[in-house]
């Protein structure tokens, strides 16, 4: 039997994280980690550790004398994230339409029902929805390190998402394009994968483009 053991710091770096993504933090003011620790019921240095690996990621900056805040939505950010999704995850996702499993399968349309389900409902985990939809789909491909890759740009991509949808009538498109998606993946069609995708993370670009203009 293995053991699977997390750190405070790997904790924390969760919870923090989910707090950035879901937009409950703010990109204007600095992070408080004396009020944050204390609510976490934490000391600041486990938190100061989780801050700076959430840095790594790209999702919070550090200013001198002032602490961490978290990194605003911009154009150019969403444009390089978003390009090499389009480098990757087509052809990882269509490799893992060849070698997925039954249970892979089972696993992916569970996935895509939830996130469905909270699309339509504009409900607030619809973009770690989204994420663990699109891991599911390109998990099984068999290359780990390509894995880790786009599981660290879909964390970047996931506040995007959340800006992608507040259009009126992404919602259903996004809904449309992943049936599609899952549909030809379920049915191994490798070819039809990498095209599906490659149009739904380039749309999606396209029309983050126009949503942050000045950004």
């Not at 790594?56 to 390089?80: W, Y």
């Not at 998990?139 to 991509?157: A, D």
Request: charged share 30%.
């Amino acid at each position: 039997m293995s053991l699977v053991i997390r750190t405070l710091s790997d904790q924390l770096v969760d919870l923090v994280r989910n707090r950035i993504l879901s937009g409950a933090v703010s990109t204007e003011q600095a992070i408080r980690q004396d009020a944050l620790a204390a609510e976490l019921g934490v000391s600041k240095i486990p938190l100061r550790e989780a801050l700076a690996r959430l840095e790594e990621e790209g999702l919070i900056r550090s200013q001198a004398n002032r602490g961490f805040f978290v990194s605003p939505l911009s154009a150019s950010e969403a444009k390089e994230v978003y390009e090499l999704r389009v480098k990757l995850e087509p052809e990882a996702t269509a490799l893992a339409a060849r070698l997925a499993t039954e249970e892979d399968h089972a696993h992916a349309t569970e996935t895509f029902d939830t996130l469905s389900t909270f699309t339509n409902e504009h409900g607030e985990g619809v973009g770690a929805f989204n994420r663990a939809f699109h891991r599911a789909l390109f998990r099984p491909c068999g290359k780990p390190i390509t894995v880790n890759l786009l599981e660290r740009l879909q964390v970047l991509s996931e506040r995007y998402v959340r800006k992608h949808l507040e259009q009126l009538g992404r919602d259903e498109r996004a809904n449309e394009e992943h049936r599609e998606l899952l549909q030809a993946w379920l049915a191994r069609d490798e070819h039809r994968v990498e095209v599906l995708m490659r149009a739904h993370i380039g749309k999606t670009l396209d029309d983050l483009q126009l949503q942050l203009v000045g950004k």
